[in-house]
């Protein structure tokens, strides 16, 4: 009980300081020349849901992010059939967690309210219950009514599906989820140092939170088109590959 009381307690806090902004560095950029940081990722790929949970928004907290321009991206391995049916990787649940995502985002355009959201869905998907999603509208005060109305209707098919043409337009193609791209640079398996390539990206003074990460990697070639391994990673990930099993 006590600990489950100190996790509450943990991702209250957290939510609330995604939720008032952070400030944790003086940062010099602004208008176009924020980072763009793109996200594409599949709400029940245990690797989206735990990269979303443990490092984005932990990013987010420590005003890593205050400077870059967030997109996420709820489509990841999904497949559209011939007559326009959708499958995901991880069945129907996916399908609709992904869809009332693509809502939150379309509903909610300020990033730091849809990814409370979604944040709150994920942590729930890392611990196994992500069929209680409803709750995370009223922990974030937010109004159930414009996303049932979103999925519910073809809104929400079309959200998607204009997340599967984004998707779809990646140069290389994605290989697995998450697939992180920072100004355009696809990072491959080295995704969990994003946070480097983001410092490196920065033009003028990064965050402070750059200050603890040590000597950002170059980020000239990061990814190899036919092996998808980043050149500052001596590994293959066993993310949710493009490839991988599909429950249909």
Known sequence: MAGRLRQSLLLAALLATI??????????????????????????????SRFVVNQLAIAFKEGLLDGAEVSLVPYGNAEVGTFGAMSCQHGYEECLL???????????????VHFGFIYCIEDLVVKNRHREWESCFQKQGLDQRRISKCYKSGQGLRLVLKYGRQTAQLVPPHKFVPWVVV??????????????????????????????????????????????????????????????????
């Open 19 to 48: 939720s008032a902004g952070s400030t944790a560095g003086d940062i010099a950029v602004t208008g176009n020349n924020k980072v763009r940081v793109e996200v594409y990722y599949e709400s029940l790929c245990p690797y989206s």
């Open 183 to 248: 100004d355009g640079k696809p990072l491959g398996n080295d995704y969990r140092n994003f946070e480097s390539y983001i410092c490196k990206a920065y033009q003028g003074n990064p965050p402070k939170a750059c200050q603890t990460l040590g000597h950002p990697p170059v980020i000239e070639q990061v990814v190899d088109t036919d092996s998808s391994v980043g050149s500052n990673s001596g590994y293959v990930e066993p993310d949710c590959a493009e490839d991988g099993g599909r429950r249909r």
């Open 98 to 112: 992904n869809t009332v995502e693509a809502c939150a985002i379309d509903a909610w355009p300020d990033v730091k």
